[in-house]
Structures are given as structure tokens and as C-alpha cells.
């Protein structure tokens, strides 16, 4: 019997080979095993208790994205494996590695009507990269290895193991568990693009007059921004990014023109789609929202595109070249060609051409937030952020009010992973979740949590997670008692006919004091900095709820509503 463990046991040893070191995930029955297990064993992997499923998968979401290692959730059967759901949906549609563990009923009692019996197979089949619910204990190791494989190859996801309650008692021979240590991180295995793609990509760019590269988020995740930044400069071409993009450059770099698109791009940044003659996608689907719902490029620009993902190709614009390989891997290749070539620096003019646009916005920006309008202003806030807040933060915003602003006007002076957003499907809640798994995974940097108060109210029981552990996290609540985007949706497209999305005014630094976060309510501009700058300060959590402009009487940046 010294070589068998049951099968609770063998989770959690094959967690600890494949190097997992935080799991976010909350108590249920059909886990009593694997809790027992947790708890008995020396494993060196902290468990956080959290307060519904679907923020721990926000959490090991957020963990995932700025570790490059595999986040990790876990929650009961039923209702613990429908709210653990949306988690994993968007970290597959984002392309990070996030592993949902949902215990199940007993296989012994399939089919007889139990109490939470939901089919696991079949609920996460559609939404996860990799899915299984395990039938026999002695597959547990070769299941969490083959999860694992998957969410960090290719294109990274997503992955969901079903755990059986009776499985969880099976035995499992100890010799099988092991791991392969290079799929603790993402991306595993990173394949080089075909002989002759990066050749043939350098010479489709060389040759454009007005060309522009647009970053997606698979810069950031291939951290290949060391060689996007050799060869935007050495070719003086300029970079735009989506929002998942943001940290492919720093935005202080003077080939980074910013956002482009629909959601915090702006006229200015736009103009610079609209006028080129080639673009360059690279780790960006070019889908609705950095197009403008394909507004631009518009039919005949010339397409370049590098993805590690072949599906993305063709998938929207007709495709001249097609690198496909890991984005820092073919990077390499291109400027390795441009070597070879003795190509300097000088050739296309971008830094100048970007500087007269960032300009012209920031002129119009920096107006408005010195504006001691109230209720205050969006732009106020993002400025005093910039200000108060460490070249290292790391910012996470859910997608509404705090988005676009941040996106469009806030500077991240490093590259890198930095900025945190839920673009896949944009559910609220978001950031208040994912910013502690965040913090988990870099204590080290200070993390900012932005949000609208309609978001505050779909996760903030959290609170007390953040407290009982006892996170340094500041959070800025944009409070406008509405759920904004919808309402500047209705007054642009309705004609101002709202319906529906107006809620009362709440005091949420009442109800983070409660839960016993430092909390201030801010309503004149005049205190905002000085307030912030505390909160920022502050060793414990912190949370500063700031009553501003509702976003249909804004100068959002946003060119149209509907993603």
C-alpha cells in the first residue's frame, strides 16, 4: 500500500509536479476528498478560499496573465461547475492558460437523479480548449499531464477536469506521477514559423509606403516585445496595438501610436488605420472591435499577418503573407533577415508622424482633465493615476466605464503585461477578482483594480477575500448609478430613449468599510489626487469610490457602442 495513494492524493500531487503554487477555489461536498487531501499533505501549494466559483476563476485568470504560468480554479458539482464557467470562457477566448477542477457526484450514481448532477462532459465541451471528466483514479495523472499540454501549446486556453467523488477515494500508483516540466509555463514548445515566411513578411514591408503594425494580445502572451521593439525602431514604423495588445510597446516608446478601434482608439490614432497602405497584424485576430467592425483596413490594403494561431488567417482580410509560429520566435527570424540585409533605421518616419497624432490627442485629453467639472470627469481620474501610481503597477479594469479611458490616455511606460482586461466577452465583474489573482502572482508590483459601480455590485462580496488575506490592492470605483455602456449605447443609438439601465445610488465605500477595506468618497476633483496618492500608499486594501461623469454626457473614447 506504500506505493498507492487514493485519488484525491494523486490531484494534488500531479498539481504540485506540474508546479502549480496557487489554487483559487471554494468548498463543496462532492470536494471533501481533495480538501482532506490538501490539508494532509506537505505540498507547498496555497489554496484561497474565495467567495463564488466564478471569481476564483477570474482570479487564477488573472494570476495566469501575469505569471505565464497555468492559473488554476476549483469548485463543487452543479452550481460550482455553471458559475465556474464563465471563467474558463474567457480565458480560452483570451488565450491563457486556466485550469477548472470541478468535483463531481459518483460515478456509481450517474443516471439515478443525485442531488447536483449536471453533465460536466458535455457543459464545458463547447468552451475549453480540453475537457474530460475523469472515470477511473488511475487516469488521474495522465489526464492533468494531457490538461496541462493543452493549455500551453499553440495557441494557450483553457482546460476543465471533472473529479468524481468516488474516483477521489480509487487508488493511483505513485510511480505515475510525474510531469513535464515544460508545460508549467506558456507557451510550451513554441514553434518556429515556415522557411521563408519571416523572408517573405520583410519583403512585403519593405516594399509599402504608409505601412502599420497592429499588436494583439499574442505579443504580450510570446513576450516577444524585446524584438517588436528592435524592429519598430530600426524601420522607424509605427505600432498600434488593440486593447489586449497594450505592453507590446511601452507606451511611452516613440514608435507606439496607442489603441486603435472602436474601444479606446481615437480620431486621431484611427487616422493612421485609415491611411495605411499595409497592415501588419501580429498576434491580433482583427476582430470587430480594433477594426471598428472592419471599417478599416479597408478593402485592398495590403495584409501581413504573423499568429501563432492558423485559423486567424484569412479568417477577416485577404492575406498576402501569412507568418505562422510563435510571435517572439518569428520576430527573431525577421530581424535576423533585416541583419542580413544591413537594414538601419530611418525608413518609413513613423516616430514623427506618431508624435504630431499623440499630440493632437493629448491637447484635446489634457483639457478635459483638468477640468474641475463635477461629477468628475473620467479623464481626471486616469491623470491622477498617472501620477500617483509606480512605472510597475499593474492595472486591472473591467470593461465598461474605466476601459476606454484608461486605454486611450494612460501611458504604461514598460512593456510587458501590465494591463489587465477581459476583452474575449466583457463580463463585469472582472477586475475585482482578477486583480487579486494578479497581486498573488506579483506581490511585488502595486495593484489597481478599475471599475463602475454596476460592476462593483456583481463581485463585491470578494472584499472580504482581499481583506482576510490581506492584499495591498487599491480599488477606484467610476460610480455613475448606471450601467453606462448600455445607457451611451441607448442615448447614441436610440435617440436618449433609456430603458432600464439607471440603479440607485449607492455609497460603495460604505460597503467596502464594512467588509474593513480603507475607503474614501470622492466628489469634488480638487480632493481626487490627494486621495488617490493615500489610497496608493496605503498597506492594506483600499478602495476609493468616485463620483463621476455618466458616460452618455462623456467625450468617451469610443467610436461606436456596439463591440
Known amino acids: 500500500m506504500g506505493n498507492q ?10 498539481l504540485e509536479a506540474q508546479g502549480v503554487r496557487h489554487i483559487f477555489g471554494l468548498c463543496g461536498d462532492t470536494t471533501l476528498p481533495f480538501y482532506d487531501a490538501m490539508l494532509r499533505l506537505d505540498h507547498g501549494i496555497t489554496h484561497v478560499l474565495t467567495r463564488d466559483e466564478r471569481c476564483a476563476t477570474y482570479m487564477a485568470d488573472g494570476y495566469s496573465r501575469v505569471t505565464g504560468r497555468v492559473g488554476v480554479a476549483e469548485g463543487p458539482s452543479g ?3 455553471t458559475y465556474i464557467l464563465p471563467g474558463l470562457i474567457e480565458a480560452s477566448e483570451s488565450s491563457y492558460a486556466v485550469l477548472g477542477i470541478t468535483t463531481d457526484i459518483s460515478v456509481a450514481s450517474y443516471g439515478k437523479y443525485p442531488l447536483t448532477e449536471v453533465n460536466q462532459e458535455a457543459l464545458m465541451a463547447p468552451l475549453t480548449k480540453w475537457n474530460t471528466v475523469i472515470k477511473r483514479a ?7 499531464r494531457a490538461a496541462f499540454r493543452a493549455m500551453t501549446t499553440g495557441r494557450p486556453g483553457a482546460a476543465h477536469i471533472g473529479l468524481p467523488y468516488d474516483v477521489q477515494y480509487d487508488p493511483v500508483e505513485a510511480s505515475d506521477i510525474w510531469a513535464d516540466g515544460a508545460t508549467a509555463t506558456y507557451p510550451a514548445y513554441p514553434q518556429a514559423p515556415a522557411p521563408g515566411a519571416a523572408q517573405a513578411a520583410v519583403e512585403a514591408i519593405l516594399s509599402a509606403k504608409n505601412p502599420l503594425i497592429v499588436c494583439g494580445g499574442g505579443v504580450v502572451i510570446a513576450q516577444a516585445w524585446e524584438e ?10 509605427p505600432v498600434a496595438t488593440s486593447i489586449s495588445g497594450q505592453g507590446s510597446l511601452a507606451e511611452t516608446h516613440p514608435n507606439c501610436l496607442g489603441v486603435v478601434g472602436s474601444n479606446g482608439g481615437t480620431d486621431e490614432t484611427w487616422e493612421m488605420m485609415e491611411a495605411a ?6 498576434g491580433c485576430r482583427a476582430g470587430s472591435t480594433t477594426t471598428a467592425r472592419w471599417e478599416a483596413p479597408r478593402p485592398g490594403t495590403r495584409i501581413v499577418h504573423f499568429d501563432n494561431d492558423p485559423m486567424v488567417m484569412n479568417a477577416n482580410y485577404p492575406t498576402e503573407v501569412a507568418v505562422v509560429g510563435d510571435l517572439r520566435l518569428a520576430l527573431a527570424e525577421v530581424n535576423a533577415v533585416l541583419d542580413a540585409r544591413g537594414q538601419g533605421g530611418d525608413t518609413f518616419g513613423g516616430a514623427a508622424a506618431i508624435a504630431e497624432k499623440k499630440r493632437r490627442k493629448f491637447e484635446t485629453f489634457e483639457k478635459l482633465a483638468r477640468s474641475s467639472q463635477a ?11 498617472m501620477q500617483v501610481l509606480p512605472e510597475d503597477a499593474t492595472v486591472v479594469s473591467d470593461p465598461g466605464t474605466s476601459c476606454p479611458y484608461f486605454s486611450a490616455y494612460y501611458q504604461l511606460p514598460k512593456p510587458g503585461r501590465y494591463f489587465i482586461t477581459n476583452r474575449a466577452h466583457g463580463a463585469l465583474g472582472y477586475s475585482l477578482s482578477a486583480a487579486l489573482g494578479a497581486w498573488f502572482g506579483r506581490p511585488s508590483s502595486k495593484t489597481v483594480a478599475l471599475m463602475g459601480d454596476g460592476s462593483f455590485g456583481f463581485t463585491c462580496g470578494e472584499l472580504e477575500t482581499v481583506c482576510r488575506v490581506g492584499a495591498p490592492i487599491t480599488f477606484v470605483v467610476f460610480s455613475n448609478a448606471n450601467f453606462g455602456w448600455i445607457k451611451a449605447s441607448q442615448f447614441a443609438d436610440k435617440d436618449a430613449r433609456y430603458y432600464n439601465v439607471d440603479f440607485s445610488r449607492t455609497d460603495q465605500a460604505a460597503v467596502a468599510a464594512a467588509y474593513g477595506v480603507k475607503s474614501w468618497r470622492v466628489e469634488s476633483p480638487d480632493d481626487l489626487e490627494k486621495v488617490l496618492a493615500e489610497a496608493v500608499a496605503h498597506d492594506g486594501p483600499t478602495l476609493v469610490d468616485v463620483v463621476c461623469q455618466p458616460l452618455e454626457e462623456s467625450n468617451a473614447p469610443v467610436r461606436r457602442w456596439m463591440g
Not at 517588436?228 to 514604423?237: G, M, V, W
Not at 497602405?277 to 501580429?282: I, K, P, Q, S, Y
Open 5 to 14: 495513494m487514493n485519488g484525491a492524493e494523486a490531484m494534488v500531487r500531479m
Open 79 to 81: 452550481g460550482g461547475a
Open 138 to 144: 488511475d487516469h488521474i495523472p495522465r489526464m492533468v
Open 228 to 237: 517588436l521593439d528592435r524592429l519598430a525602431t530600426r524601420l522607424d514604423i
Open 277 to 282: 497602405d499595409l497592415v501588419v497584424f501580429m
Open 375 to 385: 461629477p468628475i470627469r473620467p479623464e481626471r481620474v486616469i491623470a491622477a493615476l
